[in-house]
């Protein structure tokens, strides 16, 4: 293990600490084989520091570019530089900031609207709401413009009218709550997950290969990969139940085994960060351009390049994980109505399984 320690200050002339911000210092382990500094310090920071309140590995080349991490006593500038065993690395974390979202003019695809809530279509790299490196351009900023004062205040300053998310480049249909009333109800529906309530939630994902059943549930305990902190994986203990309904829709390139790619229909239970690209990746079976949970499976592009050239580009050209919200069903909290939406794939997803059914 390193050593490791924090404190408050730290008097150089080459840095300055804000008041506030804490001091972190890091012994490189004996073992440890020689990396980036920024790699090494994500992959620690993440470790050493409570959940949630690492820097990300962009924030820390923006601390090691403004003169906040030293090694060895001196301030060093370059996130490419190596450390290796027994190297003393000391970075100031800066003090936590609380900001308040502004209205920002971003344009959203608004399904339905009334006065207790509305339902939008999301697009692909449209952040829900602020966060460490994305305090601007989010889904509260565009729903702050659209709403004005409005919209619920029970999910607070930096979740107003929030009651559940999509990843940032997941695509499809979320709700809305703008009033408080709406609020309170819609949160019920989603705690229920739909066990005994009308709730709703479908999505459309491709992945490689095809499941040999193509109906399923996948049952299991989803929490932080011990391994990568930042990333989500089944865990035996220690986790939250998580529970998606699965079936495939269309498979292409062959049959069973054969199969290059599937279209699948996940339907969820719960509601866990990165449930279905967690479940399908535990099958053995990950999306689509999902970086995160599949990048072990790129060793098949080439192959799907060889069997569709244009299958391959429109891969290429998703830059994200083929995943849409595409079905969206719930009680009206107010009305009592059962409203139901639908959304068609993207154009990027479209592309994709076009070029999918049309390879030989």
Known sequence: MSGLAITGDWEDEDATVEAGAAVTTLTVEAEAPSERIDAYLARRLAEVQPEGTAPSRSQLKRLIETGQVRVDGAVIDDASRKVGPGRVIEVITPPPVEATPQPEP?????????????VIDKPTGLVVHPGAGNWTGTLVNALLHHCGATLSGIGGVLRPGIVHRLDKDTTGLMVVAKSDRAHRGLSEQFADHGRTGPLERAYQAVVWGMPRQHTGTLESQI???PRARER????????????????VLEHFGGDGDAALASLVACHLETGRTHQIRVHMAAMRHPLLGDADYGAGFNTKIPKLAARSPAAASALAALRRQALHAGLLAFEHPVGKKLMRFESELPADMAALVDALRAMK
Do not use: C, N, S, W
């Open 223 to 225: 929490g932080r990969d």
């Open 106 to 118: 971003i344009p959203l695809v608004v399904v339905y609207e009334d006065e207790h809530l509305l």
């Open 232 to 247: 989500q994986a089944v865990v035996k203990t220690g986790g939250k139940l998580a529970i998606t309904h699965y079936e």
